[in-house]
Nanobody, 122 residues
């Protein structure tokens, strides 16, 4: 059963912005840390960002620091990924996932959305 759904992907020119959303159907969403991962064609799935369940603590992969910001609104069971100054290297399918522990390893995440495509043109 799909528990997470990403939205907000699309085609954007380099330097542009997109905001991704991840909506969860879990009753206990507010207790889960949530991570964003991405997978480019021919590449491994890569950690992008994460946000803690209640403290709001965040973490980012070095390549997106200063450009991406993850946030959450537990009242609507949604996590956001604001992506600014997008680069062609950001092109990938972006996935959100829920975990019960603070981790940047995909294997530690329990539920995944189907992903949303982000394409950044030169």
């Amino acid at each position: 059963q799909v528990q997470l759904v990403e939205s907000g992907g699309g085609l954007v020119q380099a330097g542009g912005s997109l905001r991704l959303s991840c909506k969860s159907s879990h009753y206990s969403f507010a207790t889960f840390d949530v991570g964003w991962f991405r997978q480019a064609a021919g590449k491994e799935r890569e950690f992008v960002a994460r946000i803690a369940a209640s403290t709001g603590s965040t973490d980012y992969v070095d390549s997106v620091k200063g450009r991406f910001e993850v946030s959450r609104d537990n009242t609507v069971n949604t996590v956001y990924l604001q992506m600014n100054n997008l680069k062609p290297d950001d092109t990938a399918i972006y996935y959100c996932a829920e975990a019960s522990a603070w981790s940047n390893r995909a294997a530690d995440y329990l539920s995944w959305g189907p992903g949303t495509q982000v394409t950044v043109s030169s």
